[in-house]
């Protein structure tokens, strides 16, 4: 894939308008798929020596992305893939725009803070005056600056003491996303997971005394596992951590991974108290570009109140001749999905948001019903909680094929369904996954029950087992 390019290429074609060069060189002429370049090998790995035509090389990339999976049949992603045309047009005319250049682009700088002041309010956040957020590139970010914050607010208190502050953990479902995991690593706090099991599907503060002490920073609670799509319960995590401080005197807060639940509750299960209701709650993050619709690349984090973020963590930055703190990793980042979020807002409002979340909310539920009559299948959970849903292969099924093979043969048909082993203590058992999305209608659904039918029928019956070498997961949370 080394091709020599004739570096004299670039400047003998001259590109024109109308795809011809009237200098009687073939490789100028329309239609397609003729042009100067195409017929040879770009060097894969190294940049080209010399120019080429934009269109050219315009196809080439195209043409290469259309290798990759479909977006909107991938079901194992919680991201968006569907935006309407306002939201595109919006998209192109604001993509130059960078997010850090408060004082440039003062206006996108008070759309931001609108945005998370609205989501102070939809999280019930006490006195939404008082909170304080931002935005991020996605939940990783927002989880890293709401941990760091627990961090840095026990380092605070401990030093006041006089006391130690050498082991900090955090306690966390085994069940979390890969982002926690990374956050401990990066920031040298112990990771205490307590494991989910058959009857511990969730972290539901069974036990949590066993590891919480006084070197423990906060509980991170999950709004909709990522693994199966289940909620913790929030309220029950912290009656559990009101009884520690009744016992031990340590008052430890959560911290709530909401990055799918936190836009599907508010809309869903308005009566289920998760967010700001819940005393022990101190920050809430959230992928914009899950179920809050936006394009990838936009994330949101709140805290309760400006006391609950320490001071030393926040930088001044000059807007329109003031001053407006910043608290993030990145300095550079889009600033057009923050403008995409606000368009949403303004579209959708309260009634859009639930009428898109019920939508999906269908969806999930018909297909988790099908899927849940299958004799093949046992259903983990029915996606009432977040529209995602997993299940296993009922025992004693079969022994001839197992989800790996099904996710391969749904595939035939452009279907990306991950199957994948549950975390420490259940990894024996694989599950199978859908995230539902704005853009699965019921029509698609209904045809992927056809498909799902016909290659259970197909594997079962299979007279001999499918072989399972080389058989991994290659997907992740
Ligand atoms: C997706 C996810 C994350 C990471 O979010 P990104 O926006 O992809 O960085 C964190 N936590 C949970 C529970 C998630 O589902």
Wanted: glycine share 8%; charged share 20%; with cysteine.
């Amino acid at each position: 894939m080394t091709v020599q390019h004739s570096s004299a290429r670039g400047s003998t074609h001259i590109d024109s308008p109308r795809g011809f060069s009237g200098t009687g060189d073939t490789n100028q002429l329309n239609p397609m798929f003729a042009r100067a370049g195409e017929a040879t090998d770009f060097p894969l790995n190294r940049l080209p020596e010399g120019e080429s035509l934009g269109e050219t090389a315009y196809q080439i990339v195209h043409d290469e992305a259309m290798l990759d999976g479909n977006a909107r049949l991938n079901l194992a992603t919680f991201v968006g893939t569907w935006m309407d045309p306002y939201a595109t047009r919006l998209y192109s005319e604001s993509a130059d725009k960078n997010m850090v250049d408060k004082d440039e682009y003062p206006q996108t700088a008070a759309i931001e803070t609108r945005c998370w002041n609205m989501l102070a309010s939809l999280w019930n956040a006490p006195d939404t005056d008082n909170a304080i957020g931002t935005s991020t590139i996605g939940s990783s970010e927002a989880c890293m600056l709401g941990g760091l914050a627990m961090k840095r607010r026990w380092q605070l208190a401990r030093r006041a003491e006089g006391r130690s502050t050498e082991k900090p953990n955090l306690i966390l479902s085994s069940a979390v996303q890969v982002c926690w995991e990374k956050f401990c690593n990066y920031w040298d706090v112990e990771a205490r997971y307590v494991p989910i099991t058959d009857e511990h599907k969730v972290l539901d503060g069974h036990e949590l005394e066993k590891y919480v002490d006084e070197n423990t920073i906060g509980v991170v609670a999950i709004m909709g596992v990522t693994y199966t799509g289940m909620y913790e319960p929030v309220a029950q995590i912290a009656a559990a951590l009101d009884k520690i401080q009744a016992d031990t005197g340590l008052d430890v807060k959560i911290h709530v991974d909401g990055a799918s639940g936190a836009m599907i509750a508010p809309f869903l299960q308005p009566e289920l108290e998760w967010d700001f209701r819940v005393d022990r709650v101190i920050s809430i993050s959230t992928s914009a570009h899950k179920y809050g619709l936006v394009y990838p690349g936009l994330g949101w984090v709140v805290w309760r109140s400006v006391d609950d973020l320490p001071k030393e963590l926040v930088f001044d930055v000059t807007y329109l001749g003031g001053h407006m703190p910043s608290f993030a990793l990145n300095f550079s980042r889009p600033g057009a999905q923050v403008l995409l979020q606000y368009y949403l807002f303004l579209r959708l409002g309260w009634d859009g948001y639930y009428k898109v979340q019920k939508a999906s909310q269908d969806v999930a539920v018909y297909l988790s019903g099908e899927i849940g009559k299958m004799p093949a299948f046992e259903l983990w959970n029915d996606g009432t909680d977040i529209p995602v849903f997993a299940w296993q292969l009922a025992k004693g099924h079969t022994d001839k094929w197992n989800l790996y093979h099904l996710s391969e043969r749904l595939r035939l048909k452009g279907w990306l369904i991950p199957a994948y082993p549950m975390p420490d203590d259940l990894t024996d058992l694989t599950v199978q996954r859908i995230v539902v999305r704005n853009g699965l209608s019921r029509n698609l659904a209904e045809s992927l029950i056809v498909d799902i039918t016909e290659a259970v029928d197909y594997l079962d019956r299979l007279e001999s087992p499918m072989p399972t070498e080389g058989l991994v997961s290659s997907f992740t949370h």
